[in-house]
Each structure stands twice: as C-alpha cells, then as structure tokens.
C-alpha cells in the first residue's frame, strides 16, 4: 500500500516568510509524528497526534511553529516568519496504536527539505 | 543528558565482514523500546530492528540482531555478512512508556557506516 507522503519535497524561502508542510499518514494510522533534521545530526522531535488526544506539543521550539491534523488524515505543519535556523529536513510519521508487547515502529515519509534565505 | 548516545560518529568494514553499531540508552521507565533506523543517502528512514525492555530474547531480523543487555542500558546493532548496500547512516531510537506503543522517539546523532570492498 502506499506509505507516508510529504508535500512538497523541496522549499525554499525567504527569511520572515510562512510555509506550510504536508503529510499524509499512512490510512488507518491513528499517530502521527513530525521530527525535524539539521544537516548530519539525528531527529529532533516537535510534535505527535494521537487520534482525537491533545497533541504532544513538547518539542516545538518557538511559538512560530504550529500543527494541525483533520482526524485521522492530513497534517500540517507550519512555520511562521521563517528564520535560518529553520532549514533543515523535516520528517512525518505514523504509525498503528496497540498493546505493549509489539513494535508498532513508526513508518515516514520521505521528508521535505525547507531552505531558508 | 542524552537519552540516546551513539559513540561512534563513523564506522568502516569489509564486504562480507560482520560489524557492531554501539548504542547506549539512559532512562527510569521499566517499560520502553529500542529501535534501530537505517538512513541511506537518498534520505528515507526504514526500520530495522525492536527491542522492547520485558523481552527475554535478543532480536535478530536476518541480517541484523540487536545485542540487548539491559544492566548496561547497551542496545548494539550486529549486522553480519556486510554487503555495498549497507552504506547508510544508522540511528539508535528509543521510546518509552508503560504499556503504550505510542509516543515519541528520542533518536542518537547516528553512526555512519561504510562497506568497502
């Protein structure tokens, strides 16, 4: 089936500009999951959706950034007044939900690569 | 302090060798789970291997196994038999929570590992 997809894969932009990031989970994934990844590093967690839960907002580093999910579908991420140190990749992902016992790893997407100028 | 630490920022081996990923964890959940990524250089993220805290076995997936001891909170990924496509960066993740396959991950900096012939 098909997996997690990102749109768009490449965005470049101007220092003080929005941009909006899509994903779209894998169907009947009820967790979704955006990470960020600076250039040689490991994943940086921002956000995670859980079915109609509250978000896990946590790891969102400024108040410029927000994340939207409509139910179990397509999410959103968006960065308002972009700055340089928002380039990165950024990463979606989802997974199934069950019981302890299984591995339920959380599949992604092949991310979108913001530049910001 | 870091949840996921990966010491070894490269690593190199022969074709057909067998070679070991080091990743040590630290935290005080008695439940969680260890996951290991490989991130070729086209930049997707496929899973590998899971390791939950209560299991009794190491788990292996083909090629890889996951050299699991606990009372040092190492989590080691073995690949055997390296071949050209092993060429990736690879990262150590962990997830933690009581009974719940949900939940962000915390991931390590990555190890890069490359084949030779």
């Known amino acids: 089936g098909a997996g997690v997809s990102q749109s768009p894969s490449n965005k470049v932009t101007e220092k003080g500009k929005d941009v909006e990031l899509r994903c779209d989970p894998i169907?009947?994934?009820?967790?979704l999951y955006w990470y960020r990844q600076r250039l040689g590093q490991g994943l940086e967690f921002l956000i995670y959706?859980?079915?109609?839960?509250?978000?896990?907002k946590s790891g969102l580093p400024s108040d410029r950034f927000s994340a939207e999910r409509t139910g179990e579908s397509v999410s959103t991420l968006t960065i308002q007044r972009t700055q340089q140190e928002d380039s990165a990749v950024y990463l979606c992902?989802?997974?199934?939900?069950?019981?302890?016992?299984?591995?339920?790893?959380?599949?992604f997407g092949p991310g979108t690569r913001l530049t910001v100028t | 302090a870091q949840k996921i630490t990966q010491t070894q920022p490269g690593m190199f081996v022969q074709e057909k060798e067998a070679v070991t990923l080091d990743c040590t964890y630290d935290t005080s959940d008695p439940s969680y789970g260890l996951f290991w990524y490989k991130q070729p250089s086209s930049g997707e993220m496929i899973f590998l291997i899971y390791?939950?805290?209560?299991?009794?076995q190491n788990a292996t997936e083909g090629r890889y196994s996951l050299n699991f001891q606990k009372a040092r909170k190492s989590a080691n990924l073995v690949i055997s038999a390296s071949q050209l496509g092993d060429s990736a960066m690879y990262f150590c993740?962990?997830?933690?929570?009581?009974?719940?396959?949900?939940?962000?991950?915390?991931f390590g900096r990555g190890t890069q590992l490359t084949v030779w012939p």
């Open positions: 993740a962990m997830r933690e929570g009581g009974g719940s396959t949900l939940g962000r991950l915390y």
């Open positions: 959706f859980q079915g109609n839960s509250a978000p896990d």
């Open positions: 169907s009947g994934h009820t967790a």
């Open positions: 992902a989802s997974s199934l939900a069950g019981t302890s016992g299984y591995s339920y790893e959380q599949y």
């Open positions: 390791q939950g805290s209560y299991d009794q």
